[in-house]
T-cell receptor, first 117, second 112 residues
Framework: DAGVIQSPRHEVTEMGQEVTLRCKPI?????LFWYRQTMMRGLELLIY????????DSGMPEDRFSAKMPNASFSTLKIQPSEPRDSAVYFC???????????????FGSGTRLTVV | AQSVTQLDSHVSVSEGTPVLLRCNYS??????LFWYVQHPNKGLQLLLK??????LVKGINGFEAEFKKSETSFHLTKPSAHMSDAAEYFC??????????FGTGTKLQVIP
């Protein structure tokens, strides 16, 4: 398996523009997570899905952020309109359901470094 | 509820000396515990995990961690630090939920 694949690796955009980040989870994983990492706040969970259904989006900072998972192999995180304070590294991670004594944790993608100027 | 505390935000060691990164957790359930490593400008990589089997867990690159239930600790150790170990390390707990809780991270500096 190629692991969790994120695209693009880097994105530079102007304030006010729409940004779409993409993620392909590991095949067979039931859960998909979007995280944001900044120096100030560290790692923050934005939203997670189970079987393509959003379960908890309480970490999404505001209505400018939205996430979808139209099928088991693809998810997007969209920011519209983008602002300079959205500059961060965005990570996608996937996981399968832990069972008694068997938990493989999360597998992370390489991240998308977003810069909003 | 679950939480994890990494007791040191920065640790500095000389190359060839032992590494100790401390982690304490709390969980209402029997937890799974993980250590992840993040090298500069890279993603997070799983170092090792504890999931209710042997309490001493071996991971990649010579790292180990011991689960101590009585102390609610899961400290990460390595006998001899290498320059390539310089990175940020995250302790993570999952206690019966699908979400994990990350510690705030410990930056390890290795001095030549």
């Amino acid at each position: 398996d190629a692991g969790v694949i994120q695209s693009p690796r880097h994105e530079v955009t102007e304030m006010g523009q729409e940004v779409t980040l993409r993620c392909k989870p590991i095949s067979g994983h039931d859960y998909l997570f979007w995280y944001r990492q900044t120096m100030m706040r560290g790692l923050e969970l934005l939203i997670y899905f189970n079987n393509n259904v959003p379960i908890d989006d309480s970490g999404m900072p505001e209505d400018r952020f939205s996430a979808k998972m139209p099928n088991a192999s693809f998810s997007t995180l969209k920011i519209q309109p983008s602002e300079p304070r959205d500059s961060a590294v965005y990570f996608c991670a996937s996981s399968c359901l832990p069972t008694q004594g068997r938990d493989y944790g999360y597998t992370f993608g390489s991240g998308t470094r977003l810069t909003v100027v | 509820a679950q939480s994890v505390t990494q007791l040191d935000s920065h640790v500095s060691v000389s190359e060839g000396t032992p590494v100790l990164l401390r982690c304490n957790y709390s969980s209402s359930y029997s937890p799974s515990l993980f250590w992840y490593v993040q090298h500069p400008n890279k993603g997070l990589q799983l170092l090792l995990k504890y999931t209710s089997a042997a309490t001493l867990v071996k991971g990649i690159n010579g790292f180990e961690a011991e689960f101590k239930k009585s102390e609610t600790s899961f400290h990460l150790t390595k006998p001899s630090a290498h320059m390539s170990d310089a990175a940020e390390y995250f302790c993570v707990v999952r206690g019966g939920y699908q979400k994990v809780t990350f510690g705030t991270g410990t930056k390890l500096q290795v001095i030549p």
